[in-house]
């Protein structure tokens, strides 16, 4: 079924609307889930929540994208539930390990001022990511949107472990420059 029709199901309220993103979208959402919080039960749950939290947004938005909506949604809330699970214990995880990789980059915190600025900085990081050379790109999208091991990529890509590494540590660099020069960090 096309996105559209879809996104139309959800407006019409039909439960219909869930059954379809999930034929649709639910393996691509449960990649995501299961690359953030490792764990075959997370990942279901965070899908579930998923189609939940896509039924209660739909009225109030009409996403173009449904696979970008969706997987938004599905990212948030499996770091949301990795961030819970290491509250009392740290360490160890992909989705973790990830983030702290990309710490160095992108400031943080939970001043009103930034949380202001998020939207520009995120279109900052879009066009970033735009503006690299494809392989470049896929590698970071594959670490950082998907959150998938390093080992996963290369071996995906077919390129050697410090490959990957390094094109990530080169693209960190660079978005770091490119956030300063942006004046966002």
Not at 102 to 110: D, M, N, S, V
Not at 111 to 133: C, D, H, R, S, T
Request: glycine share 6%; hydrophobic share 35%.
């Amino acid at each position: 079924m096309e996105d559209e029709k879809i996104v139309d199901l959800y407006w019409q309220r039909s439960d219909l609307a869930i059954s379809e993103t999930n034929q649709k979208y639910g393996r691509y959402c449960h990649t995501i889930a299961y690359n953030i919080c490792g764990a075959e039960e997370d990942a279901e749950e965070c899908v579930n929540d998923t189609w939940f939290r896509a039924w209660n947004l739909m009225p109030d938005q009409r996403p173009t994208i449904l696979s970008a909506f969706l997987g938004r949604i599905t990212r948030s809330i499996s770091i949301d539930l990795i961030k819970t699970k290491n509250r009392i214990k740290r360490g160890g995880g992909e989705a973790v390990l990830a983030l702290e990789e990309l710490e160095e980059c992108i400031p943080g915190g939970t001043n009103p001022v930034q949380a202001l600025e998020e939207k520009e900085l995120e279109e900052a990081i879009g066009n970033f990511v735009a503006g690299l050379p494809r392989q470049e790109k896929l590698i970071f999208v594959l670490r950082y949107w998907h959150v998938a091991p390093v080992e996963e990529i290369a071996e995906k890509l077919q390129f050697s472990k410090g490959k990957v590494k390094s094109s990530l540590f080169r693209t960190r660099r660079k978005l770091r420059t490119y956030l300063e020069e942006e004046g966002l960090c």
